[in-house]
């Protein structure tokens, strides 16, 4: 009898792994313009920092993190990565990452395949004046 039990635990956790994965999908270049562009995210880096950053229409890009600010350039590639170049942070190195949209939050991976940022609010218009 705990042998099955063990079993249809394992049956029933499986289940919900794969269901919070079917939440995840990895989002079109048009879904990364219309959910990101105009708008000020909020969210925390890989290692856990939090950051605000707003992507303006004519692709420049703002950053707020650990106090600091940043500007840089940004854009979408066919496939839907985005990709962003600030003047300081990241020694002005060309990064791109693929946008992943979950049921209350955007994930990114970057292209080495390790985990990138969350955006866990986004908001109309650069509300933070950055």
Known sequence: MSQWLAVSINVVFCM??????????????????TTFI???????SGNGEPFVTYLSPDGTIKLRRDGQSDTGRYRIEPDGELCVQYQAYGQGQDVCQSMWKGT???????????????????????????
């Open 16 to 33: 919900l792994a794969l269901a919070a994965c079917a939440t995840v999908q990895r989002m079109t270049a048009d879904q990364v313009r």
């Open 38 to 44: 105009g708008m000020t995210d909020y969210g925390t």
């Open 104 to 130: 209350d939050r955007y994930y990114s991976t970057l292209s080495n395949g390790q985990p990138g940022v969350t955006i866990t609010t986004v908001k109309l218009g650069n509300v933070e004046a950055l």
